[in-house]
Nanobody, 125 residues
Framework: QVQLQESGPGLVKSSQTLSLTCTVS??????????WSWIRQPPGKGLEWMGG???????YYGPSLKMRTSISRDTSKNQFSLQLTSVTPEDTAVYYC?????????????????WGQGTQVTVSS
């Protein structure tokens, strides 16, 4: 059973960079054909796919956040990370890492089999 755990600061100031890490156990982030994503849910809104990284290190980003988002990985630690630059209070959300999806379906939230518990990030003005 794959387990994912998000970690990082729960409070970030406006204009700073939000950095989160997802630690994976029970599975490998280099498993062929699979992808690993960051997804967020602002208060009162739906889930938003932010971007993901493939088993081969390829990266993909959602159009609305593409200019501010960077996703990377550390295969030696079986972790992947998110950086979101120039944050504003509108970036306040619960942030999830997720996987169990084939790379070709990376943007389909219904396809994800495994989710972290989520971490609340609040951006102060």
């Amino acid at each position: 059973q794959v387990q994912l755990q998000e970690s990082g600061p729960g409070l970030v100031k406006s204009s700073q960079t939000l950095s989160l890490t997802c630690t994976v156990s029970g599975g490998s982030i280099v498993t062929t054909y699979y992808g690993w994503s960051w997804i967020r849910q602002p208060p009162g809104k739906g889930l938003e796919w932010m971007g993901g990284i493939g088993y081969d290190g390829s990266t993909y980003y959602g159009p609305s956040l593409k200019m501010r988002t960077s996703i990377s990985r550390d295969t030696s630690k079986n972790q992947f990370s998110l950086q979101l630059t120039s944050v504003t209070p509108e970036d306040t959300a619960v942030y999830y890492c997720a996987s169990g999806v084939r790379l070709r379906a990376l943007m389909d939230l219904n396809e994800y089999a495994y989710w972290g518990q989520g971490t609340q990030v609040t951006v102060s003005s």
